[in-house]
């Protein structure tokens, strides 16, 4: 991605001075895929067709659906809203990781 560098760079501004929110993800996604051409989806927007992928198994596992992405982000903000203080924050990132994945809630580029 062309646009990693401004990413990251917004990002760590972001967080000395921010908390995440839904917004905060949905503007790191817009940067990463900004002036990016060739893509069906725009940059910052919840996915708006559902997604899967294809597991080494040979099943396909699907992501929350596109219709339900924004009640999902919705209880994922306020799970880590109640458990950033309670949790160890590497343990926030990693479990905020895996929820974040299995709601796949932006898209990318190589979903077509």
Known sequence: MVNHAEAIDYLQDAIRDKDL??????????????????????PGDYKKKDNHVLTLSGNIHHYTPAIHVSAEMGRFMQWYGEEKT?????????????RLAAIHPLRTAMEG
């Open 86 to 98: 309670r949790m160890h924050p590497i343990q926030v990132a990693a479990v905020s990781h895996h």
């Open 21 to 42: 929110t839904e917004r905060l993800i949905k503007d790191f996604h817009a940067i990463l895929f900004q002036g990016v051409r060739d893509i069906d989806f725009i």
